[in-house]
């Protein structure tokens, strides 16, 4: 069984920061590609950051130069630096990852979710 376990959401006001963290836990073999979706009420959900497994790394234009996706892989763990946060970036976040097990095939997980708020 494999999961992942998004933590670090929250109330921000604009122009703050937040930092997000997902887990990948289970009986995995390697991670490939990770990286970080979200949906706003009413929206479809979109992409935002990838890191791929050669350190690649790409973002959606709408957070480009301010988000900054990183990965721990000996905690198996993707983290989302959230710098100048706009009230358009209020939205549950996703993490994704496309993770090879033991039986040698590539599977792609998410997380449940983690909601971001900017307000004042």
């Known amino acids: 069984q494999v999961q992942l376990v998004e933590s670090g959401g929250g109330l921000v006001q604009p122009g703050g920061s937040l930092r997000l963290s997902c887990a990948v836990s289970?009986?995995?073999?390697?991670?490939?590609?990770m990286g970080w979706y979200r949906q706003a009420p009413g929206k479809q959900r979109e992409w935002v950051a990838a890191d791929s497994s050669g350190g690649s790394t790409n973002y959606a234009d709408s957070v480009k130069g301010r988000f900054t996706i990183s990965r721990d892989n000996a905690k198996n763990t993707v983290y989302l630096q959230m710098n100048s946060l706009k009230p358009e970036d209020t939205a549950v976040y996703y993490c994704n990852a496309s993770v090879l097990l033991l039986n040698k095939r590539v599977y792609d997980y998410w997380g449940q979710g983690t909601q971001v708020t900017v307000s004042s």
């Open positions: 289970g009986n995995i073999f390697s991670i490939y590609a």
